[in-house]
Every structure is written in structure tokens, then in C-alpha cells.
Nanobody
């Protein structure tokens, strides 16, 4: 089994910063891709940023230049540094990991961490 746990959410004023963490544990032979997704009130879940094991990253246009995704392969951990936060960044932030466990390329999701940005 693989567990994924997010942390670091909270309430912040517009223009502020937060750093989210995502830790994966369990029977993991290799973590392939990792990504952050978010779901705002009344909205569908959307991609925020992803990172491959190679270090390649991808960002949604709405967060480019403000958010930075990174990962520590040795710790099976991923981070999302969020700067200059805006009210429209409010939502649940979810971590997704693609891992080689008992079977290859299995996707797991965390329970999410809430980010609220006040204007």
C-alpha cells in the first residue's frame, strides 16, 4: 500500500506565501511523476504543476512565475512554493503521485490540504 499526505495549507492574505508539502510512503520502488492539483469552490479539479523524476516541470498558465514545484527523490517528498497568492488560488490542493509499487505506474492521491486566500 502507498500513502500520500499533504500539509502546509492555511489562511493567508492576498500577496502572501505558503509552502505545501506532499509525502509518499509505503511499498514504493520508484516514484515517477508527481503533481499538484486544486479544486476551487464550484469548480472542477485542475492541474497546478507537475514534475517528472528527470526534473522536468510543467505549470498551469495561471500560476507561472508565482508557484514553484520541487521534489526530493530521496525523501519521496514534493513541495509547492506559492508566492503572491491571489483569492482565485483558493481551494483544496491535492497531491498525485505515480509510483512503481507491487505493480508499475500506479496513481495515488492524498486527502488534500485547504488553501484560503483572503482579499
Amino acid at each position: 500500500q502507498v500513502q500520500v499526505v499533504e500539509s502546509g495549507g492555511g489562511l493567508v492574505q492576498a500577496g502572501g506565501s505558503l509552502r505545501l508539502s506532499c509525502a509518499a510512503s509505503g511499498t514504493i520502488f520508484r516514484i515517477n511523476g508527481m503533481g499538484w492539483y486544486r479544486q476551487g469552490p464550484g469548480k472542477q479539479r485542475e492541474l497546478v504543476a507537475t514534475t517528472l523524476r528527470s526534473g522536468n516541470t510543467n505549470y498551469a498558465d495561471s500560476v507561472k512565475g508565482r508557484f514553484t514545484i520541487s521534489r526530493d527523490n530521496a525523501k519521496n517528498t514534493m513541495y509547492l512554493q506559492m508566492n503572491n497568492l491571489k483569492p482565485e488560488d483558493t481551494g483544496g490542493y491535492y497531491c498525485n503521485v505515480n509510483v512503481d509499487t507491487v505493480l508499475p505506474h500506479r496513481d495515488y492521491w492524498g486527502q488534500g490540504t485547504q488553501v484560503t486566500v483572503s482579499s
